[in-house]
Nanobody
Framework: QVQLVESGGGLVQAGGSLRLSCAASGRFFSRDAMGWFRQAPGKEREFVAGISWDSRSMNYADSVKGRFTISRDNAKSTTYLQMNSLKPEDTAVYYC????????????????????WGQGTQVTVSS
């Protein structure tokens, strides 16, 4: 059974940094693309970053380019999101997601492409 568990969220001042982790259970993690999404109150869930199964391709939302970095460690079945220069508008619940279509060369940006989701971790950025 596939489970995703996020950690690393919290309260940080504007300009600060946080590192989110997503630990995956279940088989074949190394074959799957992974994504990070976020959802602020009253807003739809939006794509933040994605990474291909082999880490050769990373893609980002325009709003986080140059500030956030996605990475993965297949040996540990873990995906990371390093968030720097945080802004109040980054405040949201952050979710990791797993797309089990094997060996995708790029992680999809649509949430409907993902098969499994974590429970989310709250990130709050104060001004």
């Amino acid at each position: 059974q596939v489970q995703l568990v996020e950690s690393g969220g919290g309260l940080v001042q504007a300009g600060g940094s946080l590192r989110l982790s997503c630990a995956a259970s279940g088989r074949f993690f190394s074959r799957d693309a992974m994504g990070w999404f976020r959802q602020a109150p009253g807003k739809e869930r939006e794509f933040v970053a994605g990474i291909s199964w082999d880490s050769r391709s990373m893609n980002y939302a325009d709003s986080v380019k140059g500030r956030f970095t996605i990475s993965r460690d297949n040996a540990k079945s873990t995906t990371y999101l390093q968030m720097n220069s945080l802004k109040p508008e980054d405040t949201a619940v952050y979710y990791c997601a797993r797309d089990t279509a094997r060996y995708l060369t790029a992680a999809p940006a649509s949430p409907f492409e993902y098969d499994y989701w974590g429970q989310g971790t709250q990130v709050t950025v104060s001004s």
